[in-house]
């Protein structure tokens, strides 16, 4: 453990002297990481004594940050069986107290904000915005399904094959034993708000969160067992998926899955194989319509919102902006002049704008693609360069324009802080434009008419598209459904759906005094005339 600490800004990194309070186990984190926490919420993940250990490190610095255990595929075995166990009771529980849990989980979890903040700065690289914005969606999906999993869950009456005679019910049985595949981009988010459904279901859950950002994950865990989840009921599992991805898959009743397009259909695929059920987030190319009768300045501070959270690695983050031909001299003067006023930086407070990519593999990956388009062409109107004068994997909000086919970027998803402009003619061209493209997440339009602006959004193919806004109005409002179209996934999370996949609907009919067979006193031929007078009475008298 060392006194001294790295004060982070834009223009680099400086050494000064620090309390002893501020004190951690590694230069450049702040206080509540000392190395006996990391290290305490490292052991919480699943693995047997004595396995091998994996070492992370922070974005900010390249330093090392956790040491983890690996999990074998023998673990994850173990923790399925475990998992089995505690399932039964938990779901044996009522909803009631399932609710009281989530609901101690949800204050818990604003209580301890800025344990959060830290650990999702120090290993995924986002700004403490970025990061606060995590922290409000898994209060809020906690609160959500707290609150609404009764109604969703509850026995429902349906109507009967005859009326009166047929009694009818729909039960919902959790699934059993969930798998969660969830990534590093969003470690809180997407960790924590995937588990919570499946909880409130019934449903045991075993995780294998991404190894970068293992430890926030392990910290929501870490909660929900302090909010009064039993032992067993949510366990972690840290390792590759080439070693334990099988294992993960063998065991589960059902998966959840959040990554590349790729990994999502071979994890369909096993899924398919074993006749379970798969929701899978996938990649996404999202696009920004700017219609010729938006307000500029809002369309320009809503690209700026939409392009660069997180250092552009979101799964709903623009990609693609298309703008009316009137309007784009005055737009795009506007975005890039609003794009150079970002901070870039790191620092444990509010005071950046944008932070670090995550991964040297992500950085490689957004310079490749911005380094093969320019080769070829196309023409920066800022940013286009990393900046290791800030940190080992921070990179510039960058704007290009002139992208055609052939750049690596016009089509693939490059997920960094790059977007592209292209100008259209006419709004069917617009449309064309952003459907051409076989991803369908998220979407973004802008217009100066709220009802032409929802026209145009019920055009474009994706699963959610936001008008006057990023992305943020469709993901914050959790009781719609959230997922993508195309290549962008199967299934959805929020909403009634996000927690119904979850389970197994089961039809208990009753038939009272009379079905559809004959009495015995009653012909076949008597009763077909019968019952065919009957059908035709419903029709006529509106019965559904």
């Keep these: ?152 869950l509850a026995p429902r009456r349906r109507r009967g094959a005859i009326p009166v005679l047929t009694h009818t019910t729909e039960l919902r049985h959790p699934k059993g034993v969930v798998t969660v595949i969830s990534p590093w981009n969003y470690p809180l988010s997407m960790a924590a708000g995937d588990a919570v459904a499946a909880l409130m279901a019934g449903n045991a859950v075993v995780q294998k969160p991404d190894t970068q950002t293992a430890l926030t994950a392990l910290w929501s865990l870490d909660l929900m067992r302090e909010a009064g989840l039993p032992a067993g009921v949510w366990q972690m599992v840290v390792g590759r998926g080439s070693s334990i991805g099988d294992a993960l898959m063998d065991h589960a009743d059902y998966v959840m899955f959040t990554g590349s397009t790729a990994s999502g259909r071979k994890i369909a695929s096993d899924a398919g194989r074993r006749l379970i059920g798969a929701s899978l987030e996938l990649g996404g190319k999202n696009a920004m319509i700017v219609l010729d009768d938006a307000d500029i300045d809002k369309a320009a501070d809503g690209a700026v919102a939409a392009c660069f959270p997180s250092a552009g690695q979101l799964c709903v983050s623009v990609e693609r902006l298309y703008v009316a031909e009137s309007i784009r001299e005055r737009f795009v003067a506007a975005f890039i002049a609003r794009t150079e006023q970002l901070k870039v930086g790191a620092a444990y407070d509010y005071s950046m704008d944008v932070g670090s990519l995550t991964t040297p593999a992500q950085l490689k990956t957004v310079t490749e693609h911005v380094d093969d388009a320019v080769a070829k062409g196309a023409t920066v109107l800022t940013g286009g360069k ?115 996949k979850y389970t197994e609907p089961q039809t208990v009919a009753h038939q009272r005094v009379q079905g559809f067979t004959p009495p015995a006193r009653i012909s076949p031929e008597t009763w077909a005339t019968l019952l065919t007078g009957a059908l035709k009475v419903l029709k006529a008298t509106g019965v559904r």
Excluded at 8 to 20: L, W
Excluded at 446 to 468: D, K, M, Y
Aim: contains cysteine; proline residues 6%.
């Design 1 to 152: 453990m060392t006194t001294e600490h790295t004060v982070h800004s834009a223009a680099g990194t400086r050494p000064s002297a620090a309390p002893p309070a501020a004190a951690a186990h590694d230069s450049g984190l702040p206080a509540t990481l000392t190395g006996t926490r990391i290290a305490r919420l490292a052991e919480l993940a699943v693995a047997a004594p004595g396995s091998a250990r994996v070492t992370t490190n922070a974005p900010y610095t390249g330093r090392p940050l956790a040491d983890l255990p690996v999990a074998t595929p023998g673990d994850v075995a173990d923790a399925f069986a475990r998992a089995r166990i505690a399932q039964k009771a938990w779901a044996a529980l009522s909803l009631g107290r399932r609710k009281q849990i989530l609901l101690r989980f949800h204050d818990l979890v604003l209580a301890r904000r800025d344990e959060a903040l830290d650990l999702m700065q120090a290993e995924n690289g986002k700004t403490r915005r970025d990061a606060l914005l995590e922290v409000a969606d898994i209060a809020i999906t906690s609160r959500y399904y707290a609150r609404n999993a009764a109604k969703y």
């Design 386 to 500: 990393a900046r290791p004068d800030l940190g080992p994997l921070f990179y510039e909000p960058t704007v290009l324009t002139d992208v055609t086919p052939d750049m690596t970027l016009c089509e693939r998803e490059t997920f960094g802080p790059v977007v592209s402009v292209y100008s259209y003619r006419d709004v069917d061209e617009a449309i064309a434009l952003a459907n051409a493209s076989p991803y369908g997440l998220n979407a973004s339009v802008w217009s100066g008419n709220g009802a032409r602006g929802r026209a145009v959004a019920a055009r474009v193919h994706a699963g959610t598209v936001n008008v006057n806004e990023a992305f943020a109005a469709a993901w914050g409002s959790v009781d719609a459904p959230m997922g993508g179209m195309g290549d962008s996934g199967l299934g959805r999370r929020h909403g009634a759906d996000g927690i119904l």
